[in-house]
C-alpha cells in the first residue's frame, strides 16, 4: 500500500505561500548551490525515514520541519500492505542560521527515538561532506568513462578516491590521462592470490562511504563484505536472472532476444541476488547486428547504474526486508 501525503494539510496559510514561491527553485537535490538571485539564506535538505508504523508519524516530521522555519517542498510515504513498516522521504528549505545543521541532527534523532526507528538519515548537501567513493572495473571500461565524465561534468555528487583494477592500462590512454590530469590514483592489483587482493582493496578504500563495481569480473568474499562494512553498489549485465558467464550480450544475441536489460543492485553474499536498486530495459530486434547489440547493452549499463548512484547519493533508496528496497 502506497500513501501519498499532502503536504499543505499540515501548513499555514503563510507557509503555504512560502511553499507555492519556492517549490519550482528547489525541485532538485544534487549539491548544487541555490540562486542567490531569489534568496542566499534557504537551502535544501533531504531526510529519510524508516521506523514501525504508528499514527502520527508524519504529523510529527513535519512539525519538526515547520517549527524551525522550514518548508517542506516534496513528501513521500509508503507503508508495505501487511507489514508494519513506516518508510519516508522528505525534501525541505531551511535557513541554516535559525537552523543550525547540527541541531537539525539532533531534532531528528529525538523524533528516532521516540519511534525506535530503524534508519533515520539528514543531509544537506551544500554543507555536508560529498560521499567518498572507489570504484573497481576489470578489462571493460564504459561504466568508468561516463562516470568520469559525470563527475566532471558536476552531475555525479560524489568523491572519487580511487580506481581499482585487476587488469594494467597503458599510461598514455585517454583513461589514465584523465586520472591523473584530476589526481585520481589508479592501482593495479593482478588476481594471483584472492585474500590477498582483498586485503590490499580494504587498506585503499577504508576511507570510503561505499564502493561501486563499475564492470568489476571478479567475487568478492563473504569476508571482505563483512571487514568493509559499507554499502557495495555493482552493475550487472542484464535483468537478474539472466544469462551467465562469458559474453552476456552474444548469448543474448545469439539467443534472439527482444528485450536487453541491465540491474543496479546491491552486492551481498550471494552471487547476482543483492536488493535492485535500479533496472532498465530496451527493445532489440533482427535487424540488430552483434555490434549494435552490445552498444544497447553497454549504454543501459552506464544509464542504469547512474541513475540508481545518484539516487543512492540523494537518499531515495531503503531496504524493504532483507531482499528488496524502496526506491523513491
Not at 152 to 174: F, M, Y
Not at 277 to 293: A, G, T, Y
Not at 310 to 324: A, F
Request: charged share 20%; glycine share 6%; with cysteine.
Amino acid at each position: 500500500m502506497i500513501r501519498r501525503v499532502s503536504t499543505t494539510s499540515s501548513l499555514s496559510a503563510t507557509a503555504l505561500g512560502s511553499f507555492m514561491k519556492w517549490s519550482f527553485k528547489f525541485s532538485q537535490f544534487h549539491g548544487e548551490s541555490l540562486d542567490s538571485s531569489v534568496s542566499p539564506l534557504l537551502i535544501p535538505g533531504v531526510h529519510v525515514f524508516q521506523c514501525p508504523d504508528v499514527v502520527g508519524i508524519v504529523a510529527k516530521l513535519s512539525d519538526c520541519i515547520a517549527a524551525k522555519g522550514g518548508n517542506i517542498l516534496g513528501y513521500d510515504v509508503f507503508v508495505p500492505e501487511n507489514d508494519n513498516v513506516f518508510y519516508s522521504r522528505s525534501e525541505f528549505v531551511f535557513d541554516p542560521v535559525t537552523w543550525p545543521r547540527s541541531q537539525m541532527g539532533e531534532d531528528f534523532q529525538t523524533i528516532a527515538k521516540k519511534y525506535n526507528a530503524m534508519s533515520s538519515v539528514v543531509r544537506v548537501p551544500s554543507l555536508d561532506p560529498k560521499y567518498k567513493i572507489a570504484l573497481l572495473l576489470s578489462k571493460q571500461d564504459h561504466c568508468l568513462v561516463e562516470m568520469l565524465h559525470k563527475w566532471q561534468d558536476g552531475k555525479l555528487p560524489v568523491d572519487i578516491t580511487c580506481v581499482i583494477s585487476n587488469h594494467e592500462r597503458a599510461p598514455n590512454t585517454h583513461i589514465m590521462r584523465f586520472l591523473q590530469r584530476h589526481g585520481i590514483s589508479y592501482h593495479y592489483l593482478p588476481t594471483t592470490d584472492q585474500s590477498k587482493i582483498e586485503e590490499e582493496i580494504l587498506e585503499l578504500v577504508k576511507d570510503t562511504d561505499f564502493l561501486v563495481l563499475a564492470r568489476y569480473m571478479q567475487l568478492l568474499s563473504a569476508n571482505f563484505l563483512k571487514s568493509y562494512g559499507k554499502d557495495v553498489i555493482n552493475i550487472h549485465h542484464g535483468l537478474l536472472p539472466s544469462f551467465k558467464g562469458r559474453h552476456p550480450a552474444k548469448q543474448a544475441f545469439d539467443a534472439g532476444v527482444k528485450l536487453i536489460g541491465a540491474t543496479t543492485h546491491f552486492v551481498i553474499e550471494e552471487l547476482d541476488s543483492g536488493p535492485i536498486i535500479e533496472q532498465m530495459v530496451e527493445r532489440v530486434s533482427h535487424r540488430d547486428n552483434l555490434k549494435s547489440f552490445v552498444q544497447k547493452s553497454e549504454d543501459l549499463e552506464k544509464k542504469c547504474l547512474m541513475k540508481a548512484i545518484n539516487s543512492y547519493c540523494e537518499l531515495r533508496v531503503l531496504p524493504y526486508g532483507t531482499h528488496k528496497t524502496v526506491v523513491f
